[in-house]
Nanobody
Framework: QVQLVESGGGLVPPGGSLRLSCAASRSIFSLNVMGWYRQAPGKERELVAG???????NYADSVKGRFTISRDIAKNTVYLQMNSLKPEDTAVYYC?????????WGQGTQVTVSS
């Protein structure tokens, strides 16, 4: 069993920045894949950024150059640094982890980009 707890969401004006955190209940080394997804109202959940099983990273085209995923293994935490935010980035952001054949999700954190 894995618990994932997100934090760091909020209201930010266009062009602003936020950093999301995802704290895992076990070593993130043991989680094969971790990433951030988002879901906007009326839209499907989509991958924003993630670590691959080989240790690399991948990003949605819409966030490349603006978002950065990182991790602190000692803190069992994954981060998503979001810069140059746009209104279309407004969504609930979810942390995801894959462990022993199961997908685990956090409760989500709301990000709203608006003036």
């Amino acid at each position: 069993q894995v618990q994932l707890v997100e934090s760091g969401g909020g209201l930010v004006p266009p062009g602003g920045s936020l950093r999301l955190s995802c704290a895992a209940s076990r070593s993130i080394f043991s989680l094969n894949v971790m990433g951030w997804y988002r879901q906007a109202p009326g839209k499907e959940r989509e991958l924003v950024a993630g670590f691959t099983s080989g240790g690399g990273t991948n990003y949605a085209d819409s966030v490349k150059g603006r978002f950065t995923i990182s991790r602190d293994i000692a803190k069992n935490t994954v981060y998503l640094q979001m810069n140059s935010l746009k209104p279309e980035d407004t969504a609930v952001y979810y942390c995801n982890g894959y462990y022993l054949g199961n997908d685990y999700w956090g409760q989500g954190t709301q990000v709203t980009v608006s003036s």
